[in-house]
């Protein structure tokens, strides 16, 4: 019986999105999810997606940055002294930067 074009693309999807699982833990999850598909199933499906397998499948900085850059904020806190006529005074700096934008 061949697999359902749905259920490729549930296996692709939680492959990308958890790179760190392996095809037991794949069909693991698939199982909850209402899907049974064996373990050669799900490898087949990822190698002919052209995804390797868990451990050769981590997500890069980059690739993580990209996906999670629009929840992400970068902080950094830091004292400025300026010279003034009085003397000098200490400025308290706190910067945020959205990465997305």
Sequence with gaps: MPTSEQDVALVRRLAE???SWGYRRLVGAL????????K???ARI?????LRPAPK????????LEQQGASMVAADFFTVE???GWGIQ???VLVMMHLAS
Aim: aromatic letters at 6%; hydrophobic letters at 25%; charged letters at 30%.
């Design 82 to 84: 300026l010279t003034r």
């Design 40 to 42: 050669n199933t799900v």
């Design 90 to 92: 200490r400025v308290h």
């Design 57 to 64: 499948r981590t997500r890069s900085w980059r690739r993580f």
């Design 17 to 19: 999105e958890k790179p």
């Design 31 to 38: 199982h909850h999810l209402g899907a049974s598909l064996s």
């Design 46 to 50: 990822l190698e002919d997606g052209g």
